[in-house]
């Protein structure tokens, strides 16, 4: 990347380095119950308090709207991360100031130390400069290692690592968005032949650009979950009650005539009196959902006709479930496109999920180790597809 990283620091003994990480975990009762994304950033802390570095760790968590929530604290977070790496991790119950500045100085070197959660402050998300140049007097470089975030101009993303540069500090890539950056670029610049791109979720409109810049590069696109609804609207389908992109139906069906057979959509459905966890379904053709019908996944023989285009694949690039794979009605379908695309990446193609929906479907699936890449970004993952600009990653010091 064209952005300096880890190993371009040029960091001394001791030194404070502010980290940007991405701890938005779910909690529940004051307990982390996924740390699959504090365990991601462990090979960056890890490097750096190596070199006797004193850390200071910034994360959100959740949307608490610019002030203090208890129940959205980093509290439990910073004792999770001290878990897993076995020793003390401090923690600091102001985000930035005078207090958290007393805290950070008093660390001794390859110490810890966690900050609360950044949106308690109202200039968070407004990138407020006053508040970034606060965040950058607690270290003497910034290493941002928060991919999730990235697409966002923030006061503890971009606007701190302009504040540390304006003080003469490095802001430089961790090793976790150095990796994303890199792996994702990989798929799109230089991507081995046949690429195919799964595209699930719920609007077209909200995947527009990522639609067609797939369109542009991939072999084949995937079209599943209701985005594929869209689609079947646009060919003159019944789709019952199910949920449809109105406002998209236009522009899917200009999307199928520019595409041709290169955007594939589901040839049969999982219907549903009700999308729920209990609910009675049944598989029906395309051309067959009833005026009350909900379609809720991609039908079996959707997933082989998927499976075939996954299998030989050499590049894969999925972004967003098939399917309502959090209810297990409607699982099947997003499973089965995880195992597909584990079969092509132990046959070697470079196989991606995208984070948010994506990761979690793969992880529970049991095959987050069957993919090259299980991004930790969701928003993020979903803007570098696009070809979007990311605020986080341009305010670097450059390469």
């Known amino acids: 990347m064209r952005k300096k990283t880890l190993r371009d620091l040029a960091a001394r003994d001791g030194d404070r380095i502010v980290v940007r990480v991405d701890f938005n975990v779910p909690l529940l ?3 982390v119950m996924d740390d699959t994304r504090v365990e991601h950033t462990l090979p960056t802390l890890r490097r750096l308090t190596a070199t006797g570095a004193r850390l200071v760790l910034l994360s959100h968590l959740g949307r608490p709207g610019g002030r203090p929530r208890p129940e959205l604290s980093l509290r439990p977070v910073a004792a999770r991360l001290g878990e897993l790496l076995g020793e003390d991790v401090r923690f600091s119950p102001r985000t930035a100031g005078p207090e958290t500045l007393a805290r950070a100085r008093a660390l001794a070197p390859g110490e810890i130390l966690v900050a609360e959660n950044t949106r308690f402050l109202e200039g968070e998300t407004g990138n407020d400069a006053e508040l970034a ?4 007097a607690l270290g003497d470089h910034f290493v941002n290692d928060a991919f999730g975030t990235a697409h966002r101009a923030h006061a503890s993303t971009a606007g701190l690592a302009l ?6 500090g490095e802001a430089v890539a961790g090793l976790l968005l150095e990796r994303e950056i890199r792996v994702l670029g990989e798929a799109l610049d230089s991507p081995g032949r046949p690429f195919v791109a799964v595209l699930g979720g719920a609007k077209v409109s909200d995947k527009i650009a990522v639609i067609e810049k797939m369109l542009a590069r991939a072999d084949r696109v995937l079209v599943g979950g209701a985005m ?19 406002e998209g139906v236009d522009l899917a069906a200009r999307l199928m005539d520019r595409a041709g057979d290169r955007l594939m959509l589901p040839v049969d459905c999982v219907v549903a009196p009700r999308i729920d966890a209990v609910t009675t379904t049944r598989e029906v053709p395309r051309a067959e959902v009833g005026a009350e019908d909900r379609i809720g996944d991609i039908g079996s023989a959707s997933r082989r006709l998927f499976a075939g285009e996954l299998e030989q694949a050499r590049t894969i690039v999925w972004n967003g479930p098939v399917g309502v794979s959090e209810m297990p009605p409607f699982a099947a379908g997003t499973a089965a496109v995880a195992r597909s695309v584990a079969v092509a990446t132990a046959s070697g193609a470079l196989t991606i999920a995208g984070g948010g929906d994506s990761a979690a479907a793969v992880r529970a ?16 993952s979903l803007a570098f597809l696009a070809g979007k600009t990311l605020p986080g990653v341009e305010a670097l010091s450059d390469a």
């Open 228 to 246: 594929a609804n869209t689609f079947f609207r646009a060919l003159g389908l019944e789709t019952g009650r199910s949920l449809v992109d109105e």
């Open 133 to 136: 140049a606060t965040f950058a």
């Open 365 to 380: 699936a049991g095959l987050a180790d069957a993919f090259t890449h299980v991004s930790t970004g969701g928003g993020a």
């Open 163 to 168: 504040a540390m540069r304006a003080r003469g």
């Open 29 to 31: 009762d004051g307990r």
